[in-house]
């Protein structure tokens, strides 16, 4: 197993959250280097209690503390989706040249009316763009480009995301943030 499948497997789960997850989980996707002790106080709960939680999420899967690196603060100011496939013969050599192209930010396989990957690069210019989308990837061994878009402004961050407050088995208003 690679570093890679550690850190997104599709078989993760933990059936048995509550709402005390809830509000801890909330709390550090505020401020990811609060101590369990903060979080106790802000949660009002105890911190023994708060440090075995976030113990069983980490060992779960259900939560990485990470640092999110901001592409801006490096002067990566534009992304681009782009919508690729892969010939079959080529398709697992060609991901791992993917997976070392360090302007991709995002690999993602899907299934449907077609079997595109997509991907998310992060550029410092259209300059840098025109050559990726023109250069880089029309070099790999049997890659077609089936469309891009440019990126004008995210909306949502997926590290924001949050399961659904019944996954939790809570409802909206017996929370209190």
Known sequence: MSERDDIV????SYPGFDSLDYLIIKELQKNVR???AEVARRINANERTVRRHIDKLIKSNALMLVGIVNPRSFGYVT???VFIEIDSNEKDSTIRLLLDIPEISFIASSYGQSHEI???GR???NESIFYFLEK????????SIKGYALVS???KPTYEWMPRDEDFGISNTNIEE
């Open 118 to 120: 997509s991907i998310q």
């Open 9 to 12: 497997s599709e078989t993760d």
């Open 34 to 36: 609060l101590s369990s």
């Open 123 to 125: 550029f410092k210019d």
């Open 79 to 81: 992304s681009v989706d």
């Open 136 to 143: 880089t990837l029309p070099s790999l061994p049997g890659v």
């Open 153 to 155: 402004r995210v909306i």
